[in-house]
C-alpha cells in the first residue's frame, strides 16, 4: 500500500488552463505539505496543513489554492498556468511538527507549454 | 539565500569505500536535520536523522556527524553500495510549532561496481 499517492504523475498542459493535482496519506499523520522543486532542483515548501488548517504559506502565487477536505487529503489547484509553474510537485505527510520525518509521495511533473 | 547547502553536486566512489556527503546551514535557529535519499522519479525518502543535541547518530550502514560550532553536517555510508547510487537531499527544520523542513539542492552519488 502505497504511503502518501498522488495524481496523475505527468500532467502535460497549456498555459492558462486550470489544473488540480490530488494527494492521499493512509499514515493517519496529521500534517500534510506541498513542495516544489524547480529546475535548479530545489526543493521548496509551498504550504502546509495541519488537521485541515493551513499553518504555512510560503509567499507562493494565488493562483495556487490548496484545498484539505479532511486530514487524509491535500489537493493542489492552479489556476491560470503560466510557463514558470512547470516543475515536480510534491506532497507529504508527517505525524507532527517539523521534528519529524516527512513521508512523500512520488511526485507530479507538470509541464506547462 | 540558501539556509542549507550542499556544495558539492555530485560524489563518485568505489564499491566498499566510504562515501561521505556534506551539508552546511546558516540558520541557528534549526535544531533537527535529516538526510533525505531519492531516486529518479520517485519522491524523497527518509534516511536518518540527527536532533541538535547530538553529535552523532548511527543506522547502520548510516552515520551523521553534527558540529554545531560549524553548522555543518555529514553522511557517512560505509560501506558504499551500487544500490546507494541516487541524490542525497539534506533537510533541516526549526523544530516546534515549525511544520516546515529546509532542504538542500541535493547531491548525486555514483557508486560504482
Known amino acids: 500500500d502505497t504511503a502518501v499517492s498522488q495524481t496523475p504523475k505527468y500532467l502535460v498542459t497549456q498555459m492558462g488552463n486550470d489544473k488540480s493535482i490530488k494527494c492521499e496519506q493512509n499514515?493517519?499523520?496529521?500534517?500534510m505539505y506541498w513542495y516544489k522543486q524547480d529546475s535548479k532542483k530545489f526543493l521548496k515548501i509551498m504550504f502546509s496543513?495541519?488537521?485541515?488548517?493551513?499553518?504555512i504559506n510560503e509567499t507562493v502565487p494565488n493562483r495556487f489554492s490548496p484545498k484539505s477536505p479532511d486530514k487524509a487529503h491535500l489537493n493542489l489547484h492552479i489556476n491560470s498556468l503560466e510557463l514558470g509553474d512547470s516543475a515536480v510537485y510534491f506532497c507529504a505527510s508527517s505525524q507532527g511538527p517539523g521534528n519529524t520525518e516527512a513521508f512523500f509521495g512520488q511526485g507530479t511533473r507538470l509541464t506547462v507549454v | 539565500d540558501q539556509q542549507v547547502k550542499q556544495n558539492s553536486p555530485s560524489l563518485s566512489v568505489q564499491e566498499g569505500r566510504i562515501s561521505i556527503l556534506n551539508c552546511d546551514y546558516t540558520?541557528?535557529?534549526?535544531?533537527?536535520f535529516l538526510w533525505y535519499k531519492k531516486y529518479p522519479a520517485e519522491g524523497p525518502t527518509f534516511l536518518i536523522s540527527i536532533s541538535s543535541i547530538k553529535d552523532k547518530n548511527e543506522d547502520g550502514r548510516f552515520t551523521v556527524f553534527l558540529n554545531k560550532s560549524a553548522k555543518h553536517l555529514s553522511l557517512h555510508i560505509v560501506p558504499s553500495q551500487p544500490g546507494d547510487s541516487a541524490v542525497y537531499f539534506c533537510?533541516?527544520?526549526?523544530?516546534?510549532?515549525?511544520?516546515?523542513?529546509?532542504f538542500g539542492k541535493g547531491t548525486l552519488l555514483t557508486v560504482n561496481p
Open positions: 540558520n541557528s535557529m534549526f535544531d533537527y
Open positions: 499514515l493517519g499523520h496529521d500534517t
Open positions: 496543513y495541519n488537521n485541515k488548517e493551513l499553518i
Open positions: 533537510a533541516a527544520s526549526a523544530g516546534g510549532s515549525n511544520y516546515k523542513l529546509t
